[in-house]
């Protein structure tokens, strides 16, 4: 069975710092582009970052651009976002997403954010 | 950056009715070069993680029920649920994948009347 699993969420304070973490199974990892994409509660989906599949190619959002950091360990089938600086708007459920030849095809359940003091 | 943008926001329908959600892009995601839209729908439950319905504007994913079918060109796309089941009921996303980054509409939430 395809999953992603994301954990590393929780309560962290303004300026603070925090790494997540997505196991995936049930596909080749190495092979395909990985995303983060994140939901504010009550809001919709806003699209944060990518990887390409060997990690050689990463993007961001203007949102987080200089404050995240995506990385992967295709040996360990793991995908990571380092978030610093956070802020209350960084607030938000994260989600893991793999794409496929072209869509966002299998998405993780979320892990939870919450920068608050 | 292109804006997606859905209609309604919220929507009830009585169970065994069509439920019908639109959604409009700024501008055109028809790619010239392959003739396709690069527009996909999405369905989120509370807890779960979304879920891929629709990609290419029309085109199933695998194991998703017949009753789920999507339309449109261009700029202005319709996710139809044919039969409204209990379990349909979510918040639904389009999405567009061909301009960086990805965007999606607001949602629209489904419920049954």
């Known amino acids: 069975e395809v999953q992603l699993v994301e954990s590393g969420g929780g309560l962290v304070q303004p300026g603070g710092s925090l790494r997540l973490s997505c196991a995936a199974s049930g596909f080749t990892f190495s092979s395909y582009w990985m995303h983060w994409v994140r939901q504010v509660p009550g809001k919709g989906l806003v699209w944060v970052s990518r990887i390409s599949s060997d990690g050689s190619s990463t993007n961001y959002a203007d949102s987080v651009k200089g404050r995240f950091t995506i990385s992967r360990d295709n040996a360990k089938n793991t995908l990571y976002l380092q978030m610093s600086s956070l802020r209350a708007e960084d607030t938000a459920v994260y989600y893991c997403?793999?794409?496929?030849?072209?869509?966002?095809?299998?998405w993780g359940q979320g892990t939870m954010v919450t920068v608050s003091s | 950056d292109i804006v997606m943008t859905q209609s309604p926001d919220s929507l009830a329908v009585s169970l065994g009715e069509r439920a019908t959600i639109n959604c409009k892009s700024s501008?055109?995601?028809?790619?010239?070069?392959?003739?396709?839209?690069?527009l996909a729908w999405y369905q989120h439950k509370p807890g779960q993680a979304p879920k891929l319905l629709i990609y290419w504007a029309s085109t199933r994913e695998s194991g998703v029920p017949d009753r789920f079918g999507g339309s449109g060109s261009g700029t202005d796309f319709t996710l139809t649920i044919s039969s409204l089941q209990a379990e349909d009921v979510a918040v639904y996303y389009c999405q567009q994948y061909y301009g960086f980054p990805c965007s999606f509409g607001q949602g629209t939430k489904l419920e049954i009347k």
């Open positions: 997403v793999k794409k496929g030849s072209e869509v966002l095809d299998i």
């Open positions: 501008q055109s995601v028809l790619h010239s070069s392959n003739n396709k839209n690069y």
